[in-house]
């Protein structure tokens, strides 16, 4: 695995966890202001979490330019292993079976966008 590659991979995963975050902090605004539970925006989180996944694919497609269905589904693997990290080392909790599923939902988003994101890329020479 090149350089450019991993660098790639890495300026997509920066999208993805700036993303998720500045998404979190508008749901949580909206919860904290309003008298909407967090069950009502379950599969707004996951929606979004998909979208930025995608967006974190296509920018590492981008920025890689090549195998981008490799760079989108190293960033989705990034992601899961961010997000494992912090949940077992911090909480103490695995995965279950549903975010086993959201996790390869991500990661194949994450690989569209690599493959999106590559033929987006300028070629050139």
Known sequence: ?????????????????????????????????????????????????????????????????????????GTGLLFTIVVFLVQYLGYQIKFDPQQYLHHLGYLLASALGGMMGVNLSSHKH
């Open 1 to 73: 695995m090149s350089r450019r590659m991993i660098s790639a991979m890495g300026f997509g995963l920066i999208v993805v966890l700036a993303i998720i975050m500045s998404s979190s902090f508008i749901l949580s605004m909206i919860l904290r202001f309003s008298s909407l539970t967090e069950q009502s925006f379950t599969w707004v989180i996951l929606g979004l979490s998909i979208i930025a996944l995608f967006i974190g694919g296509i920018v590492s497609g981008k920025k890689g330019k090549e195998k981008g269905w490799l760079l989108g589904a």
